[in-house]
């Protein structure tokens, strides 16, 4: 750009100007989920009461339905063994593919299992109920015939039970419409108290084309969050997204994008599913050497919106606040078409606010282009402190690129700053891990 040709005059001068490497490089940088069952553990199911916390986990070696326990959310995790040794319902289910169990503590002291199972007479997967009076069973499961079983929309898997802050209680399910090439739909039924008896009909929330399934509902003050996975669980494209509304009945908007991939967790964890959110943590699967192993991570909450520590999460730049510099659009390649441009002077700076789940360390990623004829820098606050620079070698204009570096921060809203600093550089967008 002819804008820069300044660069080219003040080349000499670079290594000279370059800011010296800050005290902040020595912060912790992203903390990634922390696998907490070494072994194959998918789909998990999780719950607290009394001071231990409950995993119960797709079929596997462990048997039916393996449960481990713990004295906390990061463990250490202890496999107790088969919760439900006895098997699926004899009625009108087959022994294997017993999936995603979801178990509620009922207010009575006894446990409502929700379980997918084979079913003999179709050869799909149905929803199942079983009840225990202990957290680690017996299970036993309950009637001759399943609770949900739609046949003619491929059967019916991963239950999640959902009781909203008025004590109403629902199942959250998905129709396996991919079974047999029709659309998934993942729907909300209402349930006795102790989820062993359907209640009035079917509520359609979402409908995809492609794998929508392993749902979980929560809800943030007034705001209904719908949390599912999406693409192949069997690989590392198996991912969670999310979709958030007003109302139980709809409508659900998407999140533009999905909260954890295998990429917003630079490869830390393959394929990250099956989550299961539970107040300040979720637990997800991921694989490792052909099997699913259980990881957990810190969750926060910004304005009611889930943001995981160690997933990346984006800020575009421009729509951060500007003081002498700005925006420039139709920008080539870059994120959403807008950078923010002409930070050149001694009170430029472009600010955005970011969302810590803990306080702690994290690693902070601007995309950035620099046709500089050396690298440039800009200069870095977090919260109102100098907390350094960010260095972005040589790219060219308009070809994007990534420079990374640990910050600390606050639990809750922190702002970073970017200010003037060396040469010359345009900012695409800002991304937390």
């Known amino acids: 750009m002819i804008r820069r040709l300044l660069a080219a ?58 449960v481990a326990t713990a004295p906390s959310a990061n463990g250490p995790w202890t496999i107790r063994g088969d919760a439900m ?3 699926p319902s004899a009625a009108w289910a087959q022994p294997g593919r017993t999936w995603a169990p979801d178990v509620y503590p009922n207010s009575d002291g006894t446990y409502t299992l929700t379980y997918t199972a084979w079913h003999k007479a179709s050869g799909r997967q149905c929803i199942g109920v079983a009840t225990a009076t202990s957290p680690l069973g017996p299970f036993q499961p309950v009637g001759t015939a399943p609770l949900i079983c739609p046949l003619d929309q491929g059967g019916a898997i991963d239950p999640n ?17 991919n079974a047999v090439s029709k659309p998934s739909t993942l729907w909300l039924t209402q349930t006795t108290n102790n989820g062993k008896t359907l209640v009035g009909g079917n509520t359609a929330m979402l409908t995809s084309s492609g794998i929508i399934e392993a749902p979980d509902l929560v809800q943030r003050g007034s705001r209904y969050v719908l949390f599912f996975s999406g693409g192949g669980y069997n ?4 991912l969670t997204s999310y979709a958030t509304s007003k109302s139980l009945t709809g409508p659900w908007t998407t999140a533009y994008r999905p909260l954890m991939t295998t990429a917003t967790f630079d490869n830390h964890v393959c394929g990250p599913g099956g989550a299961d ?40 730049a421009e729509r951060g606040t500007l003081n002498h510099c700005v925006v420039r659009a139709n920008a080539a390649g870059a994120s959403d078409g807008k950078v923010v441009a002409y930070i050149d002077y001694a009170d430029s700076w472009v600010q ?51 420079s990374s570096v640990p910050v600390t921060l606050n639990a809750g809203w922190n702002t970073i700053r970017l200010t003037k600093g060396t040469l010359y550089a345009e900012v695409d967008y800002l991304e937390l891990q």
């Open 9 to 66: 005059i003040t080349a000499v001068l670079s290594l000279a100007t370059v800011l010296s490497v800050p005290a902040h490089a020595a912060a912790a940088g992203a903390v990634f989920p922390s696998e907490i069952i070494g072994e194959d553990f998918p789909d998990p199911d999780v719950f607290q009461q009394n001071g231990t916390w409950y995993a119960y986990s797709t079929n596997n070696g462990r048997g039916t339905v393996p």
């Open 85 to 87: 040794p006895g098997g």
């Open 161 to 177: 039970t959902f009781v909203a802050n008025d004590g109403t209680r629902y199942l959250v399910w998905k129709n396996d419409g």
């Open 235 to 238: 690989d590392c494209n198996y």
């Open 277 to 316: 959110f539970v107040g300040d943590k979720v637990f997800v699967h991921g694989w490792v050497n052909g099997s699913r192993h259980l990881y957990v991570a810190d969750v926060g909450w910004a304005n009611d919106y889930p943001v995981v520590r160690g997933s990346r999460v984006r800020t575009e």
């Open 352 to 402: 955005s606010s970011v969302y810590a789940p803990v306080a702690g360390g994290y690693t902070l990623h601007v995309g950035y282009a620099n046709g500089s004829a050396s690298t440039a820098s800009h200069g870095l606050v977090v919260n109102g402190n100098n907390a350094g620079s960010v260095s972005y070698p040589v790219t060219g204009w308009d070809n994007w690129h990534e």
